[in-house]
Structures are given as C-alpha cells and as structure tokens.
C-alpha cells in the first residue's frame, strides 16, 4: 500500500506546484515597474552572491591540491590564481553594490575573506574553514534582508487594492480593465513569449539535420509551439502582429510613409487573430497529436492568410479606384496600385490550388477555397473599374452610363459573397444537426449568420433601395434640350465636366443625371442651394411651368421654355388687380430661384390672360409655402 501512495501523491505536487508557479506568474506581472526591476536587481545580487561562493570554494580547493602553502609572492602559479580571483570577487563586488544602491561597499566583500587570509599565509586547512565561514555570512545577510522587507509585499498589495478601488471610481471596470491591459503590456508579453518558443524549436530541427521539407518544417516548428494554452494564446498574438505589419507593408508599398498615418480599426490584424483562436478553440488544436496538429494547422493559415490577403484588398481597392478618376499621370504610383492588383489576383489562386493538392477535396475545402477565389475575382472586378475609368480620361467628355456598369459590376461581386455566405451557413447548420454538435461551432455560426449574411444583405437591399429611390427621382426630372444647355453654358457642379445631356432640378439647377444619382445616394437636397429634390406634384409645380402651359396643355413636366421673373412681373402689373399685387409679394422667393438665362417673350400678353393665371397659381403658391417647412 505504501508504494502506491508516493503515485499518488504526485499528481497533487504536480498541481501544487502548477498553482505556485502561476501565482508567481501573477505576482510578477501584476507588480509595478520600479518594483520589477528592484525584484530582478535582488535576484540577480543574489546571483552574483552564489557565484563568487563558488568562483572562492574553486580557488580554495585548487589552492589545496597543490600543496603550496608559502607567499604567493614566490610562485608565478599561485600568483596568478591569486590575482584572477581576486579580481573576479571585486568586480562581483561592485556589481552587487551597484545593484544594492542603499548598501555599503563592505557587506558584500565576504568572500574576500579567504582571499586575504590566503595572503597572509594562513594553513590551507583554515581556508576550508573561512570559505565555510563566509558562506554561512552571506546566507545570514540575505535572512536579514528578507526579515527587514517581509512586509513589502503587505504594502503593495494594499496600495494596488486602493489604486484599483479608486480606478473602478474613475473609469469603471471596463475602463480599468483596459487601461491596466495596456499598462502591463500583455499581447507583447505573450507574443516575445511564443517567438522564444519558436526560435527554441527552429533551433532543434537545424540541429537535428532533418530531410523534411522547408515548409513542413516550418509547420511543424509552429505546431510544436501550440502545446500549452499560454503558446496557444502568443500564437494568436503572434499572428494578430504579423497581420497588422504585412497590412502596414501593403499601405506603405501603395502611398508611401502617409499611409502609415491615416491606420484604420478593421486593419489593425484583430480580426485575423480572433479568427485563429476560434478556429484553433473548435477543432481542440492543443490536444492532439503533433502530425495531425501541423495538418490541422496548415489549414486554418491558409484561412488566416486569404483574411490578410481580403483585408489588403480593402485597403487598395480605394486607391486604385482613386488613381483612375483623378487623371494622376503619375506612372509609379499606376504601377504599385496595379501590381499589387496582380498580387492580389495571382496568389490567391496559387494558394488554392496548392492546398487542394495536399487535402482530399470535400465541402469545407470547396468553403475555404472559394474564399480565395472570391478574392481574385473581387480584385479583376477592380481592374476592370479602373480601366473604364483610364478609358473615360482619354476622353473628353464622361461616359453617360459608367455608373450603371460599376454598380453592376460591384453588385455581381456582392451577390457572389453573400452565396457564398449562405453555403457556409447552411452546411456548418447541417452538420450541428446531423452530426456532432457543440456550443462552440453554434456560436461560430451565429456570428458567421450575423456578420457575413445578415450584415451584407442588409447593406445590400438598402443599398438597392437608395438606388432605386435616386432612378425614380432622376426620371421624374426634365430633361435639359440642346437650347437650354447652350443657354446655360456652365458645366456639372458635380463634376465640373461639360455637359451634352442633363436633367434639371426644380431649383433651375443643370446636373449629370449619373451624377445627381450618386449624389442622391447620401443626399436628398440639390448641391447647389440645398433644396430637397422630390418629383414634380401638378398643384406644386413651379409658376414658370404653369404659366408656359396652355389651356391645351396637360400633365406635370417642364416645357422646353421657361417663363423668367421680370415676364410674370409685367403680367401682374397689367392685370392692375389687388390679387395680382399681393400675388407679386407671395412669388418673391420663388422669382428669385429663376434660372439665368430664361426667355422672356410673353411680356406682351393680356391683363386678362395674366389675371386668370394669377388666380390659379396663387392656391398652389400658397399650398407650397405651407407644405415647405415640414419638409
């Protein structure tokens, strides 16, 4: 029976020793900085301390097997052991004071005891006894340092718990939490952490001469690496920092040192490293063996990389389009943003097929692949942008539906991405039902749900919707002749191109139809005065389309001429009648958003004639005035 109790008593050291170990751990992380470094200058004096015991005993030993117990004056042997000890003890001696600021000099001079005693020609069996001696000073002098300090960690350990208690008040637990995040610096701790681990494992199979592959080596040197859930933990730091320095790479390759300055939050490599710890969490990556563990890895980078390689498109997508509209005639800058397309379209490709050639292809693979294949296809729909976009800079004038075919060609992108949400839904829900189900892939899936489907057909339908809205607003509006547009002789103020075709606001303002429509897609007002742009009302027309209508004319719409501010001003004067001046009045601020430029042949007309018009614009004048400031 006694034999077994040492078994099972191991595994309770084993724990014991586990907790100690991580409440050590605690301690040392959680300590302030002047008292981190006390605590590693005290280890190390004391260090030092065993060291020059030891560099003492080995002279003293060495003294004794020769034999030679005169002057060490006399002999070249014993002088020379004599001297390189004494000068090691010294410099001992004055790291250890340095170390120990508040100490004096000789505290730390007892193991220069032999030393002297040796110069004074004392018997080599006293120099056992002094070396003895001394040892037994200094272990005394470290009991009395710690007795002295004993109630140092009492101290700090009250002054964190009223330095925490008055953070909570301050900032919250929240607040708190992040503040002391960044304060102990706990993703670098982790990542130098895993690297150390790393380099350790590179080391060991450059050492061990192994016929492996470069690429299976360095797999394997990574799976070795995610043993514990502390490696576990800096790998995922580890990646999150290698994202973020290929993505800062990609921005500085494109802009230069400004891209460096404007770092954007969904391009910081957070997304890359909660994507590995889910995904490393799932599949139980620390628990199994080392073979399956590289394979099994091997697959989630690949994921880890098509994110990278997504969000590097996100970042030159902008730019590239930015390089084609802007007629910059810059040929490197041309070159960067299209070779980084091309990057983005080769690799991906290339990845795919070579994951396709090491695993048996199944559903999931067809998943992870098509991610890739996503991105290529996103990055030709970019090229394919910006060379419209070269195209119309060649010419002189803009193309009329270029905003159709880049919405189209955005749209057929969007509606690929979210299919292939869809699938990776449907089939991860399928197997939660008919196969093994875990609370871990049901949470994966309710956010790949929320953030990949419900998200993007959210964005999607309202995006369909705006635009849908801006059409029937544009084909509500007039469209401009020949005439006008030569009467009007200005160019878009969206664009501040010149215009063969435009539509015209209500305001009496000139604009792209293309234009106004990606104006109406963020705006609901005209660019120009800030007016809402709604389609025509027949009671709400403007005067000038009433009054160019005759009887014979009907429906809503704006005729080829428009009737100017100083023609309905002779109307009414030679009306003579009081509804025409108070009229005069009410049409003030409508006269004053004419349009330059208007005919004014009807000057000559009737009082009769002006007086009947009078008496039907006035109801609607009036009508619009009441309904304007609701809107």
């Not at 292809?361 to 976009?389: E, K, N, P």
Request: proline content about 4%.
């Amino acid at each position: 029976m006694w034999f077994s109790l040492p078994n099972r008593s191991e595994p309770g050291m084993r724990r014991c020793s586990i907790s100690t170990s991580h409440f050590l751990s605690v301690v040392v992380l959680v300590l302030p900085l002047q008292h981190l470094v006390k605590l590693y200058l005290y280890l190390l004096t004391t260090l030092l301390l065993y060291v020059g015991h030891q560099i003492c005993r080995d002279y003293v030993l060495r003294e004794v097997e020769t034999g030679y117990d005169g002057a060490v004056f006399f002999d070249l042997a014993s002088l020379q052991r004599f001297v390189s000890t004494l000068t090691a003890q010294l410099l001992i001696t004055s790291f250890c004071s340095n170390f120990m600021k508040s100490k004096p000099f000789w505290v730390f001079c007892a193991h220069l005891l032999p030393l002297l005693a040796r110069l004074c020609m004392v018997p080599l069996g006293a120099l056992l006894f002094l070396n003895k001696l001394t040892m037994v000073f200094t272990t005394f002098e470290v009991i009395y340092f710690l007795l002295y300090n004993m109630f140092v960690p009492y101290y700090l350990a009250k002054s964190a718990y009223q330095e925490i208690f008055q953070g909570t008040e301050l900032y919250g637990i929240l607040g708190l939490g992040i503040m002391l995040w960044n304060q102990f610096a706990v993703p670098v701790l982790f990542t130098v952490f895993w690297l150390v681990l790393f380099a350790a494992e590179i080391c060991f199979y450059l050492s061990s001469q192994s016929q492996q592959g470069l690429i299976f080596s360095f797999l394997t040197s990574v799976a070795g690496c995610c043993v514990t859930p502390y490696s576990m933990i800096g790998l995922t730091f580890a990646v999150s920092r290698l994202s973020l320095g290929l993505l800062a790479l990609c921005k500085f390759y494109l802009q230069g040192y400004s891209g460096l300055l404007n770092g954007s939050l969904m391009h910081r490599g957070v997304t890359e490293g909660v994507t590995f710890l889910l995904l490393a969490l799932q599949t139980d990556l620390i628990n199994l063996q080392i073979l399956q563990r590289t394979f099994l890895l091997s697959i989630i980078l690949f994921i880890i990389v098509a994110s990278i390689l997504q969000s590097m498109l996100e970042i030159t997508d902008p730019i590239v389009l930015a390089l084609g509209a802007s007629r910059n005639r810059s040929l490197w800058k041309h070159f960067r943003a299209v070779s980084m397309c091309l990057f983005l379209l080769v690799f991906p490709s290339f990845m795919a097929y070579k994951i396709a050639q090491f695993f048996e292809m199944d559903f999931w693979l067809i998943i992870i692949i098509s991610s890739s294949a996503l991105t290529s296809l996103q990055v030709t729909g970019t090229l394919f942008i910006y060379c419209l976009f070269l195209v119309e800079n060649l010419q002189r004038e803009p193309i009329e539906d270029m905003e159709d075919v880049i919405y189209y060609v955005n749209s057929g992108c969007r509606v690929l991405e979210f299919l292939v949400a869809v699938c990776v839904v449907a089939c991860g829900g399928l197997e939660s039902v008919l196969g093994e189900w875990s609370w871990m892939g049901a949470s994966v899936i309710i956010v790949h749900s929320y953030f990949n489907v419900w998200l993007r057909a959210r964005a999607g339908w309202s995006s369909f919707l705006l635009r849908r809205e801006a059409i029937k607003k544009i084909s509500a509006l007039p469209h401009a002749t020949s005439e006008q547009l030569q009467n009007h002789g200005d160019v878009c103020a969206i664009c501040y191109q010149m215009m063969r075709m435009a539509v015209i606001t209500l305001c009496g303002h000139y604009y792209h139809s293309s234009c106004l429509r990606r104006w109406l897609y963020i705006q609901k007002t005209c660019p120009m005065c800030h007016q809402l742009i709604n389609p025509p009302h027949p009671l709400l027309e403007p005067p000038r389309v009433l009054e160019e209508r005759g009887p014979e004319r009907e429906g809503p719409g704006v005729d080829d001429g428009l009737v100017s501010a100083s023609s309905r001003q002779g109307q009414v004067e030679a009306a003579g009648s009081g509804p025409g001046r108070e009229a005069e009045s009410g049409r003030k601020g409508l006269d004053s958003r004419e349009p330059p430029g208007a005919p004014v042949d009807e000057v000559d007309r009737t009082a009769e004639l002006g007086a009947t018009k009078l008496e039907v614009i006035e109801p609607a004048e009036n009508l619009a005035g009441q309904k304007e400031p609701n809107q």
